[in-house]
Structures are given as structure tokens and as C-alpha cells.
């Protein structure tokens, strides 16, 4: 019996596991987007939901906790040939991650299914994102479609008062 035994084994041992976690979640910060299994996505998009919730804080604890939790491994990209050092996976991720999601609550990871199967063993693939910084939850979007159709009917009313007005004001001026 599995009774309140969390997370997934994913034929690895502890160690492996951990390992596994830490370079997925390193790569998804640092490529905004990472295609793995359905079942390494699930069991990693938790732990870097908590690495982003961490990185809004923004304060020297919690960059030393993740730190602790994620390591700190230096971003390369490669121009002419060679390897030019970019920054690190913390420092994009207080930087640039953690202020584009200040004013979410939560929810910054999502899984988006592929119709592609891995060759090997037949595995469903996914997307495992970032949400974008243009993209909004559907409650702030709905109340924003609601606030700018109001918004639309008050406008809408104000014109039609004022061509009410001045077509008075036209006919006033054609009497005298």
C-alpha cells in the first residue's frame, strides 16, 4: 500500500531523481520551455512553482534557499564558435522571472500535451512553459472583458448623448 506517499518513483533512485529534477527545472528557466514525459513534467512543475514563488521574494535568504535547492549553474550560448557566459540560472531567475510574476498568485507552469510519442518506449510527450508575461489566468480575463464591455456601453451612451445634444442645438439653430 502507497499511503500518504508522495510524489514519483520514476524507475530512478533518490539521488538520480533529484538530479533529474534539478537539470529539468535549470533547463525550463533558462529556455522558458522544456519537452519532457507527462510524468517528469507533473513532478517537476511543483518544484518550479516554489523556485518562482522564492525568486518574488527577492531577498538574500531566499536567493541562498534556492540556491540550496537549485544550484547555480552558469547560462552559455554560443556566438562565432565559441562559448560566451551569459549569467546564471539564479541570477535569471531573480532578475527577469521572479518580477514578471509579482502580481500572479500562482500558477506560472503549464503542460501543454504533444501528439508526438518517444520512439524508445512509446512515451506521451508534453511541453512543460513558463506562462508568457502577456498571458493572464481566465478570471483576470473575464473580469477584464467584463470591466472593458461596461467600459464600451458607457462610451456608447455618452456619443449617443451628445449626437442627441447637438442635433438639438441644430434644430434650435434652424428655427430661429
Do not use: C, W
Amino acid at each position: 500500500m502507497r499511503h500518504r506517499v508522495a510524489g514519483r518513483r520514476l524507475s530512478r533512485t533518490r539521488e538520480h531523481r533529484l538530479a533529474m529534477r534539478r537539470n529539468l527545472v535549470a533547463q525550463l528557466f533558462q529556455h522558458e520551455t522544456v519537452s519532457t514525459t507527462i510524468e517528469k513534467a507533473k513532478e517537476v512543475k511543483a518544484f518550479a512553482e516554489k523556485l518562482i514563488t522564492l525568486a518574488k521574494k527577492g531577498t538574500l535568504s531566499a536567493r541562498r534557499r534556492a540556491i540550496a535547492l537549485l544550484g547555480n549553474r552558469v547560462i552559455y550560448s554560443y556566438e562565432d564558435g565559441k562559448a560566451v557566459r551569459k549569467g546564471t540560472i539564479i541570477g535569471k531567475l531573480f532578475s527577469e522571472l521572479g518580477p514578471r510574476y509579482l502580481d500572479r498568485p500562482g500558477g506560472y507552469t503549464r503542460i501543454i500535451r504533444l501528439s508526438l510519442r518517444r520512439v524508445g518506449d512509446n512515451g506521451q510527450l508534453v511541453l512543460l512553459q513558463l506562462i508568457g508575461k502577456d498571458e493572464s489566468s481566465k478570471k483576470e480575463t473575464r473580469a477584464a472583458a467584463k470591466k472593458r464591455s461596461r467600459k464600451k456601453a458607457k462610451e456608447i451612451d455618452e456619443a449617443e448623448e451628445i449626437t442627441e445634444d447637438s442635433s438639438q442645438e441644430e434644430q434650435a439653430d434652424r428655427q430661429q
